[in-house]
């Protein structure tokens, strides 16, 4: 099985960036798509973005389009998302994801423990 390993998560303030990190222990990483979810206190878990494995396809959410890029290197089975012109509204525990097929709901096989972000105004 796939196991994932979210890092990079901290304090920033509104307007600053943040680069979060997703591991994966092992193939088949490779060849599943990958995203990233947050949640916030007492909210339901929302899709924010993700990528094929080939990174030929990529999607994100409105919320975070044109602010965040996902970005991914299989040959270090690594998942990136870069985070620019933060938001307090983007504060929550964001997770890593892998399975197939690509896609903006928790259908995904293989989910990392979260880290927290969160950004003060």
């Known amino acids: 099985q796939v196991q994932v390993v979210e890092s990079g998560g901290g304090l920033v303030q509104a307007g600053g960036s943040l680069r979060l990190s997703c591991e994966a222990s092992?193939?088949?990483?490779?060849?599943?798509?990958m995203a990233w979810f947050r949640q916030a206190p007492g909210q339901e878990r929302e899709f924010v973005a993700a990528?094929?494995?080939?990174?030929?396809?990529?999607l994100y959410a409105d919320s975070v389009k044109a602010r965040f890029t996902i970005s991914r290197d299989n040959a270090k089975m690594t998942m990136y998302l870069q985070m620019n012109s933060l938001k307090p509204e983007d504060t929550g525990v964001y997770y890593c994801?892998?399975?197939?097929?690509?896609?903006?709901?928790?259908?995904?096989?293989?989910w990392g423990q979260g880290t927290q972000v969160t950004v003060s105004s």
């Open positions: 990528i094929r494995w080939n990174e030929g396809v990529t």
């Open positions: 092992d193939r088949p990483f490779s060849r599943y798509a």
């Open positions: 994801a892998a399975g197939s097929p690509i896609s903006l709901k928790r259908t995904y096989d293989y």
